[in-house]
């Protein structure tokens, strides 16, 4: 079993930046990617990026790209996705995903095992 804590949620203004992380615990060994998705109120819940095990791959959403940034530090089991140039869009619950499955295609949620609780971030006009 893998257990994921995100952290790092909040309010910001337009054009603000979060950093939330993603704190991995448990069979951590078995994770090839990571992920983060996005789920805002009445909508589906959304790929947002993801990264490979070793960091060499990154994947990103059209809506995000060149805003955020996705890391991660494997000395302590984390990931991180810095959200610069917040937009109101970008208001959601932010959820870290993890995929224990050789070839896992990283922007779909079904190739995902494991799941966090969420962290609400909220940008306001």
């Known amino acids: 079993q893998v257990r994921l804590v995100e952290s790092g949620g909040g309010l910001v203004q337009t054009g603000g930046s979060l950093r939330l992380s993603c704190a991995a615990a448990?069979?951590?060994?078995?994770?090839?990617?990571t992920g983060w998705f996005r789920q805002a109120p009445g909508k589906e819940r959304e790929f947002v990026a993801a990264?490979?095990?070793?960091?060499?791959?990154?994947y990103y959403a059209d809506s995000v790209k060149g805003r955020f940034t996705i890391s991660r530090d494997n000395s302590d089991n984390t990931v991180y996705l810095q959200m610069n140039s917040l937009k109101p869009e970008d208001t959601a619950v932010y959820y870290c995903?993890?995929?224990?499955?050789?070839?896992?295609?990283?922007?779909?949620?079904?190739?995902?095992?494991?799941w966090g609780q969420g962290t609400q971030a909220t940008v306001s006009s």
């Open positions: 995903a993890a995929s224990n499955r050789w070839g896992a295609r990283p922007i779909f949620r079904d190739d995902y095992d494991y």
């Open positions: 990264i490979s095990w070793t960091g060499d791959s990154t």
């Open positions: 448990g069979r951590t060994y078995s994770i090839y990617t």
